[in-house]
């Protein structure tokens, strides 16, 4: 069992070195001088030269990568010319919106998807059935900013329901907060639901079919009980990987709804960085969305000792 | 991107004949392939269509409602009628003509992107799963790029080389490599315990020649499943890029070009939004119909799990 957990996060060791090699060579193999693609475009020859020299950009690639990945080590991820602060400062102070529709998104989905996804394995071929593989179809079809715009349209433009734009911390209170967060959450939800849905669906279908279920039945278990205890409760696994994976889907989404929603999140921050060429922190804000995304991977694989105890490493 | 993925469990293809009967038979195919032939008839007869030159700016048309009438003057100084079906933009600009003008961008995107994500893929996979010591490094880099966000990897791309129609393409291909990569691998893997290729092997066909004659053609069905889902994946990606204005140039007509510069009004106006968003999606839509026809039919004892594991 510990070698299993000791294997398992050693394994993410390489793909993290990865990362870093790619979003590190990203700058190096563009063309032009990095001190000066780095620095930005209106950076004087000495901001360039310092640049250079704290980089060492005048050493092989080997020595760079030794630099930068040492500095990134000690929590240095670079200075934004942009913003005139360091990118991790900047990082922190745009987190909270960011994991406050991305938990609220995920909570929103698993709460739909889930049950639709029981229900529609249970009834395989119902109205229900056809309904949600159609919404699901379209989920993954609809791009992220049409849909939100719609929403915008008719939940806060023509009903006058919620407000059409922006976001409250959660320090100012609990209702502005939530009530900002609710249309941006629908809109990214729906793909995740589509997902979700689907590998539930399927997991719980296949599930059913097993003899335990149909023993459970035969012992005249309550057909509720079958579902939720039984069926659903061996198809965990399946449904809480595909959670781990749609988070690169829901990064790519963050990105596109605090856009469409101006939520000042890192999301927004990545579009605002891109336009301003400020590359310092678009470097920083892949590595801390593909850090997160493998990390949470992670988690979610050694969950799965705690989520089936037939499983022993 | 993370989004669908063909079944690495189809088999080789059947005889064109018996493949085309059972393509037209099916009802997700036909539907995708008739909406996606007039999407594409429509975009590249543009110029015949009633529209006007995409990016003729006219201060005096602008903010147009759609199915307003209005005179144009051209650049050459002619003034002619011209209806605006679905209004103008803050510049003047026809959106009817720029929408079936933006067209053309995102089949061609959806198109190139699948190819030549499709062919690297292939190339990569083939060569991970015939040259053993290289497969450990290989995979460890493709895992590596799965692990940063699809968008994002794009977004940087773009924002490092300029965007250019080029440069855009390339950086929506890249982050969907590894995922053919893998597809192409675990097929190859499998292929290479089937018998015929130990047949292959044992009159001393050589790696090359057996990949390309043996191996290579048993992995297409699902790798044309696999192809039509990057399409429809590039499609939102591209147009994604657009919106977000790290995309191809703001006067080239994209569909999310145009939704970038509505949005802006969106309060007032909000078809500049709406007609090149609901066309989107209904590309999208009609691409992804296409590859779970294409899925079911390529297979008949494929299981209708209907699951399309990300």
Redesign the interface.
């Known amino acids: 069992m510990l070698r299993f957990l000791l294997r398992r996060i050693l394994a993410t060791v390489p793909v993290l070195v990865v990362v870093a090699v790619v979003v590190f060579l990203m700058l190096r193999l563009t063309p032009g001088d990095p001190a000066a693609v780095i620095a930005g475009d209106n950076a004087t020859s000495e901001q360039i030269e310092q640049i250079r020299d704290s980089l060492g950009l005048t050493r092989p690639l080997a020595v760079q990568f030794g630099i930068w990945a040492g500095n990134l080590a000690r929590g240095d991820l670079g200075e934004s010319f942009f913003f005139k602060m360091p990118v991790s400062a900047l990082i922190a102070q745009r987190l909270e919106p960011t994991i406050a529709l991305a938990f609220t998104t995920i909570l929103l989905a698993v709460l739909v998807s889930v049950p639709l996804g029981v229900l529609a394995a249970w009834r395989r071929g119902g109205w229900l059935d056809r309904g949600l593989m159609a919404f699901s179809t379209l989920g993954f079809s609809i791009p992220v900013f049409v849909l939100g715009y719609m929403l915008i349209w008719l939940v806060s433009l023509k009903l006058g329901w919620l407000p059409v734009q922006g976001y409250r911390r959660l320090a100012d209170g609990f209702g502005p907060f939530i009530r900002h967060l609710i249309l941006p959450s629908i809109t990214l939800s729906v793909i995740y639901v589509a997902l979700i849905a689907r590998v539930t669906r399927a997991a719980v279908s296949e599930a059913l079919t097993e003899d335990f279920v149909r023993t459970a039945r035969a012992k005249g278990l309550r057909e509720t009980r079958v579902l939720i205890r039984h069926a659903l409760a061996n198809a965990a696994i399946p449904i809480v990987t595909v959670i781990g994976i749609g988070i690169a889907l829901l990064i790519g989404g963050v990105v596109v709804t605090e856009s469409v929603y101006a939520i000042p999140g890192l999301g927004r921050l990545t579009v605002d960085a891109v336009l301003a060429r400020d590359f310092p922190t678009i470097q920083a804000v892949i590595l801390f969305f593909s850090v997160a995304y493998v990390l949470i991977n992670l988690l979610i694989d050694l969950s799965y000792v705690v989520l089936d105890p037939r499983i022993r490493y | 991107?993370?989004?669908?993925l063909a079944d690495p469990g189809l088999p080789a293809l059947d005889a064109p004949a018996t493949i085309w009967r059972r393509l037209s038979g099916n009802l997700s195919v036909a539907v995708a392939g008739g909406v996606l032939t007039v999407l594409a008839g429509v975009s590249l007869l543009a110029p015949v269509l009633g529209t006007i030159d995409p990016g003729l700016l006219d201060p005096v048309n602008r903010d147009l409602l759609p199915g307003a009438s209005a005179e144009v003057l051209s650049l050459t100084g002619e003034s002619t009628a011209h209806t605006f079906w679905m209004g103008s933009d803050s510049y003047g600009r026809d959106i009817y003509s720029r929408v079936l003008y933006g067209g053309r961008v995102s089949l061609l995107v959806g198109a190139v992107v699948a190819t030549l994500s499709v062919a690297a893929g292939m190339a990569i996979g083939l060569v991970s799963g015939f040259v053993r010591w290289l497969d450990g490094l290989v995979m460890?880099?493709m895992?590596?790029?799965m692990?940063?966000?699809?968008?994002?990897?794009a977004?940087?791309?773009?924002?490092?080389?300029r965007a250019s129609l080029l440069t855009v393409i390339v950086a929506i291909t890249i982050p969907e490599i590894p995922r053919v990569t893998r597809l192409v691998r675990s097929l190859v893997l499998s292929i290479r315990e089937e018998p015929y290729i130990e047949a292959a092997l044992a009159v001393g066909t050589r790696t090359a020649p057996l990949l390309v004659r043996h191996v290579l053609p048993n992995t297409l069905a699902p790798l044309i499943v696999q192809a039509t889902y990057i399409a429809?994946s590039a499609i939102?990606v591209e147009?994604?890029l657009s919106?977000?204005?790290?995309g191809l140039p703001t006067d080239v007509p994209t569909w999310g070009n145009i939704?970038a510069e509505g949005?802006l009004q969106?309060?007032q106006y909000?078809h500049n939004?709406?007609f090149p968003?609901?066309l989107?999606?209904l590309t999208?839509?009609a691409v992804?119909?296409l590859g779970?026809g294409l899925r079911d039919t390529l297979d008949p004892k494929f299981n209708k799990?209907?699951?399309?594991?990300?």
């Not at chain 2, 991107?1 to 669908?4: V, Y």
């Open positions: 991107m993370a989004g669908p460890r880099v895992d590596g790029l692990a940063i966000p699809g968008i994002l990897l977004i940087a791309l773009v924002s490092l080389w429809a939102l147009s994604i919106f977000l204005g790290v939704m949005r969106f309060n909000p939004v709406f968003g609901v989107l999606a999208v839509l992804n119909l779970d799990r209907g699951v399309r594991p990300a």
